[in-house]
């Protein structure tokens, strides 16, 4: 059986397996280009993907991503992850900037409150009636 697939894998010339050929093509390319190649053809498949798919696909690869990466990684790895994003924000933003996230999130949780009180408020005014 095994080797009945290695012939289907093989390629017109029957000297290598497609996944051989594809490998050496591609450390062939890694040799020929440089970065911006590769920056290149990935910002050209980056537009032509969002042409081709509305919000709802990268809803769908996200939360795939999501959920393949919480099944590899332990808590210790979104605790990594998590040090290194606070200590790479600290060094470009100044105390200006905390104080503006700050008050941006007490207005925000302010206001949460104030939704929920009123919306408890209306519950207890309907079971009244």
């Known amino acids: 059986m095994a080797n009945k697939q290695n012939n289907r894998n093989r390629n ?28 290149e053809i990935g910002r ?30 332990g808590e210790e790895f979104y605790e990594e992850i998590g040090r290194k994003g606070g200590e790479a924000t600290s060094e470009k933003h100044d105390d200006d900037f905390y104080e503006e996230i700050g008050r941006k999130g007490g207005e925000a949780r302010s206001k949460q409150r104030s939704n929920n009180s009123n919306s408890n408020q209306n519950r207890r005014n309907n079971n009244n009636n």
């Open 44 to 73: 050209k498949g980056g537009e032509a993907t969002s042409k081709n798919h509305g919000h709802e696909f990268y809803q769908e690869i996200g939360r795939k991503g999501g959920e393949a990466t919480a099944e590899n990684h």
């Open 12 to 39: 017109n010339n029957e000297n290598m397996t497609v996944e051989e050929a594809g490998r050496k093509g591609g450390e062939a390319t890694s040799r020929n280009h440089d970065r911006d190649f590769y920056e």
